[in-house]
């Protein structure tokens, strides 16, 4: 997920890459504990493994009578749990496990504690896949909880509220029968944290190169400690998690010595460099088809064969028009005519916008009459506008609003409860402490995919047997697939033509919301995973 904000705080919040070398980081391996199951793994809802440690309350109260700050009581041991689900009819045996690694400075002093949640299911041989959402300051419950997990839980989807019941099902659209699943919260998010200061925090963590160090030794470190350097391995990554994606894969490769077969970006932070909305086509190039797929999605008129003749109208006579400008009177009035075919929209607005949707001004727009606002993650997933007759959007986006309450409690009930890893420790869902926190500083002064595309480039030309599937959801304003259409068109082809596609799915950032969205993707993923 990318964190952006609305009015007053209207701006991308999504950063530069650091020029500046920052301190080496190795994340050490805490202590494996050996795994406690429950004895039963009949049904989906086992009972706890019995806690291998005092709650933190306790360590807590300990720490303040020691002179040891909280913040820095150790987090329990590793806690395991067996579990089972249905899946095709089939009855999918797995261990879930909630542990920590350990992150240390140069100087190998502990700056930081990641925490991870994996499921391993039973079987030889079984690929390793490594998920990361993004934020920055997103745990990784979204992809966990909603796309790919054994379990889910309802979010993101039209008409669902914060306080309708967290519960965990089975969810038929998860990856755990083709690969065992690891999934890494970034210090700051989850239950993961830095105990370092917070100046010091920014230096270590909060910024696009030194979370790629980090990160990296954490997935090395999390297959010497559960001794699968030797499987094959994957990772994947969701909004800003999709631009740290070919970022960890170029410095696996490169700096750590341990290569991916495979990388999947979900609806990723992948757009090349826009330019001046003054002058460059591309801003209104990359939002335009999602906006026309949100209007074709309402009226049953979304299929793969109506959104190619919008690429193709996008990149063509929309572009051309655009840098036109006024040196052709015809050219404006031509591309007003056919967005407003095209979105559905009011003719003044799109007339007055001169054809030119800033993403904000349509959520408002779009629904106007009823008086509430479009996401920009699903443009038709909605909510009441608490300030209508405001100039301006005055209040945060619907999705990002509703999703805190229902991932959070589902996974905290999760960790503690059902695995029986018992902390007093708050989790973050999403932190936008951390988000604020982290570095926009670099050679433009906001964030570029350019250096993402650049490592997805490198890791390719590499690697001539890695293969990339990115994965958009029609609907997403937030990062919209035409940004990776653009970008991969201009990728040249190395060998197999095949090794990097992108493919669209109905619904919008979180597409995997939508049953029959999650299903293709984990089609399009198990198909990338069998070539090897």
């Not at 950063?15 to 080496?24: E, G, K, N, Y």
């Not at 341990?258 to 591309?282: K, T």
């Not at 979105?343 to 408002?364: C, I, K, M, N, P």
């Amino acid at each position: 997920m990318i964190l952006k904000q609305a009015s007053p705080f209207s701006k991308l919040v999504m950063l530069s890459c650091l020029s500046a070398a920052v301190p080496m980081m190795i994340c050490s391996v805490a202590s494996a504990q050996p795994a406690k199951h429950s004895e039963s793994g009949a049904t989906s809802d086992e009972k706890p493994a019995p806690p291998d440690a005092k709650p933190a309350a306790a360590d807590a109260k300990a720490a303040a009578t020691s002179g040891i700050p909280v913040a820095q009581v150790p987090l329990p041991p590793d806690a395991h749990v067996e579990q089972t689900m249905q899946m095709e009819g089939k009855t999918l045996r797995y261990t879930a496990t909630v542990g920590t690694l350990a992150v240390r400075d140069s100087k190998g002093a502990l700056s930081g504690e990641v925490v991870y949640t994996s499921y391993i299911a039973e079987g030889k041989d079984r690929p390793v896949t490594f998920a990361f959402n993004g934020g920055p300051g997103a745990a990784s419950v979204y992809l966990n909880l909603g796309a790919i997990g054994p379990k889910r839980v309802a979010f993101g989807a039209e008409g669902q509220s914060p306080s309708d019941p967290a519960t965990l099902t089975d969810n038929p659209g998860t990856w755990l029968d083709f690969t065992d699943l690891v999934f890494i919260d970034p210090v700051g998010t989850g239950f993961s944290r830095s105990l370092v200061s917070e100046d010091e925090s920014k230096k270590q963590f909060y910024g696009p190169d030194q979370d790629i160090e980090y990160l990296s030794k954490c997935v090395y470190d999390w297959l010497v400690k559960n001794g699968r350097l030797q499987s094959r391995k994957y990772i994947v990554g969701e909004s800003y998690g999709g631009y740290r994606g070919p970022r960890l894969t170029a410095y696996l490769q490169s700096k750590i010595g341990v290569a991916m077969n495979g990388l999947v970006l979900v609806s990723p932070a992948l757009a090349p460099d826009a330019g001046s909305q003054d002058l460059s086509p591309i801003p209104w190039m990359i939002t335009l088809p999602s906006i026309v797929a949100a209007n074709y999605e309402r009226q049953g008129k979304l299929t793969n064969e109506s959104m190619a003749e919008v690429i193709d109208y996008t990149r063509g006579e929309y572009a051309v028009d655009l840098m036109k400008g006024n040196s052709d009177p015809a050219a404006t009035p031509r591309l007003v005519k056919k967005v407003t075919d095209l979105t559905g929209l009011d003719a003044t607005f799109v007339r007055q916008s001169g054809g030119r949707l800033e993403t904000q001004a349509f959520l408002r727009e779009e629904f106007r009459e009823t008086g509430k606002l479009g996401s920009r993650y699903d443009p038709n997933v909605t909510a009441y506008d608490p300030f209508p007759y405001n100039p301006t959007q005055e209040t945060q986006d619907p999705i990002l609003l509703s999703i805190i309450a229902p991932t959070t409690t589902a996974m905290v009930d999760f960790v503690t409860r059902t695995v029986g890893w018992k902390t007093d420790a708050r989790y973050n869902a999403l932190s936008f402490e951390v988000n604020k926190l982290w570095d926009q500083s670099g050679s433009n002064g906001a964030f570029s995919g350019s250096a993402s595309a650049t490592d997805l480039r490198v890791a390719v030309a590499t690697d001539p047997k890695l293969r990339v599937v990115i994965a958009h959801g029609w609907a997403d304003l937030s990062c919209p697939f035409m940004g990776s259409v653009l970008t991969v068109s201009q990728i040249p082809i190395m060998g197999d033509p095949t090794r990097v596609q992108v493919h669209e799915y109905p619904g919008g950032h979180m597409y995997y919301a939508r049953p029959a969205s999650s299903l293709a993707l984990r089609k399009d993923v198990m198909e990338m995973v069998s070539k090897h």
